[in-house]
């Protein structure tokens, strides 16, 4: 496996890695919220009997109009998926059921659970990043990685 310096971006990762945690601790130390993103939307489904749907519906909404504003101001910085649309419906029913399993998602577990020391939240990494190896190594053994 190679990496391509040329689109090694240090600045812009830590830029992005920044204004994460920095948005994490300001709804953390503002309502005592978690910034989980499967809790958040979790809470916007029918079926939930939550109260607290508005800043639920406001953050979803910020999420998906950052997409939106950053495809408008810096379009080639998006690109389509370098797989298929099964493939693509597979994984995120992987990632559904792998959050059912470890209540919550690698946002709310990786961010604001390491951040809080929460032992659960640790042992859920270190399996998140465990399978995310495995299936990095089990994908080049296969020839199926990008080189």
Avoid: E, K, Y
């Amino acid at each position: 496996m190679t990496v391509d310096l040329a689109s090694f971006t240090p600045v812009r990762s830590l830029a992005g890695g920044l204004l994460i945690g920095a948005a994490s601790a300001l709804l953390f130390a503002g309502s005592g919220r978690i910034a989980g993103i499967t809790g958040v939307a979790a809470g916007l489904l029918p079926r939930s009997a939550r109260a607290d749907r508005s800043w639920r519906a406001a953050f979803a909404l910020g999420l998906l109009g950052s997409a939106v504003l950053l495809a408008l101001v810096a379009p080639t910085s998006m690109s389509a998926p370098a797989v298929s649309l099964p493939t693509l419906i597979v994984a995120g029913l992987l990632v559904g059921v792998g959050t059912r399993f470890a209540n919550g998602c690698t946002s709310g577990h990786g961010v604001s659970g390491l951040s809080r020391l929460s032992p659960r939240s640790l042992v859920a990494v270190a399996t998140f990043m465990l399978a995310a190896g495995l299936t990095v190594f089990v994908t080049h053994a296969r020839g199926g990685g990008a080189q």
